[in-house]
């Protein structure tokens, strides 16, 4: 029996066009959007391309190789591979218009976020809280006392439910999102993965203004620098604001290359 084939899309089908084009632009942001969040938080080198981060996507985690670099690649590899899983928890339909529900942002939604993220044993304790003091590298700066997590996490997200319901301007959202992720950032709920779960959130927050997540683009050490310029009391990030908007800025002209 000779095998039927399937007639190709005709070109003129402008429907049928746009569609192909945007389910290989969306595979291909996915990979983007998973490359630039990890090599922005340090969690594969800066000179990965979408090439190698497709091979981690694709690597086998259940067996760790003996030698060092092949515990090392496993690593990185279980790290794209939950970002991935964290990736499709928080947006299901890759290609999406419609603004976030605001009853939706609750501690338990980022508890979930960040138990994706540390599965396959990469963070011991993925979905809890910390219980320890915690500071970043090198900085005269501690994050909040571990005790005071479980209470300061809900307020900040009920914070941000009701800014999503009063507001839906683009840099009134774009400032909410720098808002949360330096309160979040300070709040610092998880002993590991805390960047991973704050670029998630943000993406999140600016449903509605791209049809695809929004990644944080740029250099990490600019990153850094915006959220330390960001805890100056009362914390206001007009620095790390103005990333985050380069970076929707970004994502626009990217669709419209697509498109056009």
Not at 69 to 94: H, L, T, Y
Request: glycine fraction near 6%; aromatic fraction near 12%.
């Amino acid at each position: 029996m000779y095998k039927r084939i399937r007639t190709p899309p005709d070109p003129s089908d402008t429907q049928t066009d746009h569609a192909l084009i945007f389910e290989g632009y969306s595979q291909f942001h996915k990979i983007i959007y998973i490359r630039e969040t990890l090599v922005g938080e340090g969690c594969i080198p800066s000179g990965c391309t979408v090439a190698d981060v497709e091979t981690l996507l694709s690597m086998s985690i259940e067996a760790e190789s003996g030698n060092n670099g092949g515990n090392i690649s496993a690593r990185m590899a279980k790290k794209c591979q939950n970002f991935r899983d964290a990736v499709e928890f928080v947006f299901p339909s890759w290609f999406d218009s419609g603004f976030p529900n605001p009853a939706d942002f609750t501690p338990d939604f980022l508890l979930t976020v960040h138990r994706y993220i540390g599965s396959n044993r990469l963070i011991t304790d993925a979905g809890s809280y910390r219980t320890k003091w915690l500071a970043p590298a090198k900085e005269d700066f501690v994050y909040l006392d571990p005790v005071r997590v479980p209470i300061e996490l809900p307020r900040l997200c009920f914070d941000v439910q009701i800014a999503l319901r009063n507001d839906s301007c683009l840099l009134n959202r774009v400032r909410l999102a720098a808002a949360f992720a330096t309160n979040f950032l300070y709040i610092h709920p998880f002993s590991n993965g805390n960047g991973r779960v704050a670029r998630l959130a943000v993406s999140w927050l600016l449903k509605g203004h791209t049809v695809v997540p929004v990644p944080l683009y740029g250099d990490r050490e600019v990153y850094l620098d915006c959220l330390r310029d960001s805890r100056v009391q009362p914390f206001i990030p007009q620095a790390l604001a103005r990333f985050v908007l380069d970076s929707v800025e970004r994502v626009h002209q990217d669709v419209l290359n697509c498109l056009f």
